[in-house]
């Protein structure tokens, strides 16, 4: 891999680029032994057919690939090979696929047998809908007793499962094209993806109710089979040839609001090395510094005493997150921190508080742990700390809030956090999340109409796995799921991705989105063990810069023909009017349209902020 691969992914190991299977209008990318992009006349019927092993943390195995065969022809393609995965204490299970595919008709068969028995929390297919077109349209459900209901994909984001004991599901991909997605050989069932920020419904094998981890027999095989089948009753005979522009085009809409402010995450940890950073934070300016306190890791005075000399360094607001242990009476708790707080001089201009416990996700059919209800954490957050604003929400995820829904009379504000590497990490898959945050907010909206809103730390790395025991550490660098370190950290994918995150939420009227730390694994600086000169700016700082000075900013809607590839929005304060616009992938990009005066070319996952004069805005844009 190139320095300038380097530069743009933080790593010198290269995806693998997919193989395209074609046949007649049916076609799809073979990656790592799985199916994603399938598409039908162009148009994406499935986002992938995948064979996934999970271990009894949720972290997904990478098979050893071997004895792969790949047979094309014009109207029919095949792929057969053998996978491998090792266990732990010397089990092994293997996987023997075939994948066949023709001009209306796709199956994925698999065979899996352990020698060793084998212990597992998942070992079959997920097939994954789109969501862009797909959420809310009409779909018929087959269940394993062979009912059909005629039902709709959801449009707010479920928290439970919207489908289950299913055999099949069908739906339009185009007027007059239908896909049918048919599962054999075990009990499926589909998940609301975009919970955990997903671009996708995911129906999956083995219902959650069903306990987990499960043991895997050994010498008994397990039989599965997907099948994708198309009904064309279209007038097309040919694969339709793409007569679109490679000029994106980016055009003015109506949609205004303001920009919200920037805030930045101080630990414990990060401490000592986030005072040391103070000339960064000078810089950047963030309008909220976020704290992280929670006893259960150790936490206590001498964290609040430095979480107090930040502040004074500061010129703008902070939050104090509080996880709280809720072991004894959440009041006599809350008192406490309250009083090591006054000791240490902090006086943080709000507080966002949750049960340690709420951290952890309860999947379907799970016992909830024992909790006080919140009402009664709330209430004692409000007697701890009189006269300061009170939040609540998640410190973990949107599935979490989604699950267990707080009280909002009782919080001045709601907030949860996005990771996108939960269930996937490949590049493709972590910008395909950005599809999936209009929905998140969409749904908290729903839920919690006008309250003040913030979303963050939102990070590519994962700081806690409420799915498992632990995040998954990656010394090796690589592209893991649920991974406490991510190289795309380091690069400018991180600095893509965060800009097109903010744009992705600008909709939803935060009062603040954090997006990142000063220091550490989810920093803006380098330390001495990164990739990066030790102090370096990562990339992702020009990001957190430059929304950092917007806040506040009139913003207009940009639509962009390719919003996976190329998003925007039009923003203006004391300064100006600009265009501030990302690209997205790994290539470069040309953009067009009214909102530019002439073509740009924009570099792999290049940021961009362009002068516009005021005759460039609608009727109505606020003057100055």
Known sequence: MTADAFQLYGTRIAERPPVRLTAGKLTADLADGNLRTIRYDGVEALRAISYLVRDR??????????????????????????????????????????????????????????????????????????????????????QVDGQIAATRFPNVIEPWQPFKDMRAITHQVMPGVTAECRMEGDTFEMEDQRNWSDASYKTYVRPLALPWPYHIPANQPVRQKTSLIITDISRSVAPSVATQSSVIRLELGTRTGTMPDIGVIVTPEEAEATRAATFLLSEIAPKELLFHFDPDAGHGLDALENFAAIAALHRGRSTLEIALPCKSS??????????????????????????????QSTPPGSKWPDCPPLEEVYAAARAAFPGIRIGGGM?????????KRVPAGEIDFVSHCTNPIVHAADDLSVMQTLEALPFITRSVRAIYGDKPYRIGPST????????????????????????????????R????????????????????????????????????????????????????????????????????????????????????????????????????????????????????????????????????
């Open 57 to 142: 943390d949720w972290g997904t195995y990478s098979p050893e690939i071997t004895d792969l065969r790949i047979e094309q022809g014009e109207d029919r393609f095949e792929v057969a090979y053998l996978a491998r995965c090792q266990g732990p204490d010397a089990t092994t299970l293997s996987i023997e696929v075939r994948i066949t595919g023709y001009r209306d008709r796709l199956d994925f068969e698999a065979e899996a047998v352990s020698e060793t028995g084998f212990e597992t929390n998942r070992c079959g297919f997920c097939i994954l809908h789109p969501i862009v077109g797909v959420a809310g349209s009409p779909a018929a459900v087959e």
């Open 330 to 359: 959440p009041a006599g708790e809350a008192a406490g921190i309250a009083r090591q707080m006054q000791q240490a001089g902090f006086k943080p201009g709000a507080i966002l508080i949750s049960p340690s416990v709420d951290r």
């Open 493 to 624: 994918f991180a600095e893509a991705f965060a800009l097109g995150y903010a744009i992705r939420v600008l909709d939803a009227g935060l009062e603040c989105l954090t997006l990142s730390a000063l220091t550490g694994p989810f920093g803006l600086i380098a330390g001495s063990d990164e990739p990066i000169e030790q102090g370096g700016r990562r990339p992702l700082s020009n990001t957190v810069r430059t929304l950092s000075a917007l806040a506040g900013a009139s913003w207009q809607e940009c639509i962009s023909s390719s919003p996976s590839e190329v998003l925007s929005f039009v923003a203006r304060d004391a300064a100006g009017a600009r265009l501030y616009v990302v690209n997205l992938t790994g290539e470069e990009r040309r953009v067009g349209g009214s909102a530019l005066d002439k073509e740009v070319r924009l570099a792999p996952f290049a940021t961009a902020a362009l002068p516009l004069e005021q005759d460039d805005f609608r009727p109505g844009w606020p003057k100055i």
């Open 460 to 491: 590519i790395p994962m700081r806690q796995n409420p799915y498992g025991s632990r995040t998954m550490d990656n010394p090796a660098g690589g592209r893991i799921p649920m991974a406490n370190r991510d190289p795309r950290h380091n690069g």
């Open 395 to 403: 410190l973990s995820y949107f599935t979490e809030l989604n699950r």
